[in-house]
């Protein structure tokens, strides 16, 4: 009876995960293309030999990787920090709550547009001019979406700008489903601030940080749409990703099998974070 | 829970299910009718279809009044078009290719055609349309359209692609008389010593703009000519079996390196605002034909058209643009063409060109225009494609990966990254898409 109510759910997922990852699979080891009237073949692991061999490919596992390094304990922090400031009473929290919260709504592609005038080359480009005020003038100004050290900072600050509002809302909403007894009772102990944040409020938000990490984790596993509009793979792959690798490969170069692999290869290795990730932090959950 | 009142329990148990299974009713009464509407009758083969890239408003909305004043003429034959967008243009008519879902009558961008003629998309036109046409046509649109000696496509017009040059700016550098011939073209090394001059009296030091943010198929457009101009090419066309020692070899490299050259030195401005040639920021623009009206109207008399420099074998410059076949899925392949003459006819061929600027494709609509005859302000354009200094994009099924390859190579040696590596993994990488595709054989009879 439960798997009955359970089928729409399980048939979707079937139909739109399952079958494509299996088929992807089977792609990966023939030599499909894009529109070609040549046989199809069976090659076996000849893609996979083929794109580890790479040097783009594997270049864009290790940017995915050091991305979700940066990215993910940044991203969270600084979500967490701004929870914490608007779980305050203060007149306006409304106000900076939505302004937080903003950049979420506008379309990925239309943020990496805006940022690409931003990061605009030369003393008048708008972060330059800023890093300039700032430094007081020791800053040199930089084209900073072809220079191979700051092409993938670059997109990481765009990501993080846009996607901390969401997180933050979430982590919001699980502070206020903190019991306020909990934080009374730390007060008459004796703690101080420093102290209700480690023992009340992370142990309390426990869950939802996990989460949030889970989620960014997988998100930055799939980034593209900066890379695409922002710097098409970088200065010699300096921010090029597994996704706009396989996207290239596709859709580029018609080369689907190759694109195949990629995604296949993706897929094994956000699986494998993520079961890491369970292992070492698992969601308390109540049993009634 | 509290007692449903009386009325509640009314609604709830009598009304309620009665109005859901009349809402039932209607939504299945609605799809009927909907799927009676659009049952409709066998097409009598009366209808063509015609799929078009949506490109600047103008072009579209000149190719659907062609289209509407068509119909109006032949009543007993309607033509419909439907517009794609054009940053997906090429995508799309793949992935519709594969579900063989493809339209009577097909507008593709030019160096596409080979790829659609090798999986058997096209129809030749040589019966179909005219020779008197054929023969009127640019000898660059001829060559652009032709694969294995067949005729596959004809375009309306053709790209034009050259330096803008601020006239004013160029005579303070030194250089009084500009050529106004690919045969007087700037040699390389006076070219660089043009641009360190105007870079001297230039604020930025940025004087030359190169179009770095146009998306990719610019740079296999704009920048390939370099190294045909200096003796290399972007494959050996003499069988489009290997790049190597073409794309990579002593020539292609010494062009890349004087480009990358002029980059290292600050002469070339990003433009990531396009606007760095209207604002008065740089003094030559390499750019086509589409940016004639901003240019005149941002600097009029100023504003001179010259020849890309010489590399060493003479100018060279681009051409192709988007050309019209007939797929094979076409029922009535002889209406097609009338439609296709009736496009290269001379007046639809100059409302078009007055619209996006482009050349004229055929000689008496060349002759009829005010900016492309002798003596117009862009007959340089007509002189490049139809006296040999445009070189056709290579003509291979496989040009999509060499777009991909150069412009990856290009990306690199544009951040200063050693210009013969950058050459040689694009070099590979065609090459072992060549062999991946059994050196694109010919599988079926054209």
């Known amino acids: ?288 | 829970m509290p007692r449903l009142t009386r009325y509640t329990e009314c609604v709830v148990t009598r009304i309620r299910p009665v109005c859901s299974f009349g809402l039932v009713l209607l939504f299945a009464f609605l799809v009927a009718c909907q799927r009676e509407e659009t049952a409709q009758p066998e097409s009598s083969g009366a209808t063509l279809t015609v799929w078009a890239h949506a490109g600047q408003s103008s072009e579209r909305e000149t190719l659907a009044q062609h289209v509407t004043r068509f119909n109006q003429a032949h009543p007993e034959l309607q033509v419909e078009v439907t517009f794609i967008p054009e940053r997906s243009y090429n995508a799309q008519v793949q992935a519709a290719a594969i579900a063989g879902e493809l339209p009577d009558i097909l507008e593709f961008d030019g160096p596409y055609l080979y790829n659609y003629v090798w999986q058997e998309h096209l129809i030749a036109l040589e019966g179909l349309v005219s020779a008197e046409l054929q023969n009127d046509l640019l000898p660059s649109v001829r060559a652009q359209g032709t694969y294995r000696g067949r005729l596959y496509g004809v375009g309306m017009f053709d790209s034009g692609l050259a330096l803008y040059a601020r006239r004013s700016l160029v005579r303070q550098a030194g250089v009084a008389q500009l050529p106004t011939h690919p045969a007087q073209a700037w040699t390389v090394e006076e070219f660089s010593h043009l641009l360190r001059e105007l870079g001297g009296n230039d604020a930025d030091g940025a004087v030359l703009d190169l179009k770095f943010n146009y998306p990719d198929e610019w740079f296999a457009y704009a920048f390939s000519p370099i190294i045909q101009s200096a003796g290399g090419d972007l494959i050996s066309r003499d069988g489009y079996q290997s790049a190597d020692g073409t794309l990579n070899g002593t020539q292609a490299v010494a062009a890349m390196r004087a480009l990358q050259d002029w980059i290292g030195k600050g002469l070339v401005d990003a433009n990531v605002d396009d606007a760095a040639f209207t604002s008065g920021r740089v003094a030559l623009s390499w750019a086509g034909h589409w940016e004639y009206p901003r240019y005149k109207a941002a600097w009029g008399d100023d504003l001179a058209l010259v020849p890309l420099p010489d590399f060493g074998r003479g100018s060279r410059t681009g051409q192709g643009s988007w050309v019209w076949g007939v797929t094979r899925y076409c029922r009535q392949p002889r209406v097609a063409a009338d439609f296709l003459e009736y496009l290269l006819a001379p007046e639809q061929v100059l409302a078009m060109s007055d619209s996006n600027g482009a050349v004229p494709a055929t000689g008496t609509a060349i002759q009829r225009s005010p900016l492309y005859r002798e003596g117009g302000p862009l007959h340089l354009f007509v002189v490049q494609l139809s006296e040999g200094y445009a070189v056709p994009r290579p003509q291979t099924p496989g040009y999509p990966v060499i777009s991909n390859a150069f412009r990856r190579a290009f990306a690199d040696i544009r951040t200063m990254a050693d210009v013969q590596a950058a050459l040689d993994r694009a070099v590979e990488m065609i090459d072992r898409d060549v062999r991946d595709n059994r050196g694109y054989p010919v599988v079926a009879p054209p």
């Open chain 1, 1 to 288: 009876m439960g798997l009955l109510f359970a089928a729409p759910a399980l048939v979707g997922l079937l139909v739109f995960v399952a079958i494509p990852f299996a088929l992807a699979l089977i792609l990966a080891l023939t030599n499909l293309r894009l529109g070609s009237p040549l046989p199809l073949e069976f090659m076996g692991v000849e893609q996979f030999r083929r794109i580890f061999a790479d040097a783009a490919f594997t270049r864009a596992l290790w940017n995915n990787a050091l991305f979700a390094l940066v990215v993910v304990p940044l991203q969270t922090g600084l979500a967490l920090g701004l929870a914490l400031l608007l779980h305050q009473n203060f007149r306006g929290r409304i106000l900076f709550r939505t302004l937080f919260f903003m950049p979420v709504v506008f379309p990925l592609s239309l943020v990496a547009v805006v940022w690409t005038l931003i990061y605009a080359p030369g003393p008048s480009g708008m972060m330059n001019s800023f890093l300039t005020v700032v430094s007081f003038g020791a800053w040199e100004p930089r084209d900073f979406l072809h220079d191979p050290l700051f092409a993938l900072p670059a997109i990481m600050v765009t990501s993080i700008w846009q996607g901390t509002g969401f997180q933050m809302l979430i982590l919001l909403a699980g502070l206020q489903a903190i019991p306020e007894e909990l934080y009374e009772a730390a007060r008459i102990d004796g703690a101080g601030h420093l102290g209700t944040f480690l023992h009340v409020t992370i142990p309390q938000l426990r869950n939802t940080l996990i989460f949030v990490v889970l989620v960014t984790t997988i998100l930055a596993f799939r980034l593209f749409d900066q890379v695409q509009i922002m710097t098409q793979g970088g200065p010699r792959n300096a921010s090029t990703t597994v996704m706009f690798e396989a996207v290239q490969a596709a859709f580029s170069r018609q080369q689907v099998a190759a694109g195949a692999a990629m995604s296949v290869v993706l897929f094994v290795v956000v699986l494998a974070v993520t079961m890491v990730q369970q292992r070492f932090a698992r969601q308390e959950r109540e049993i009634q």
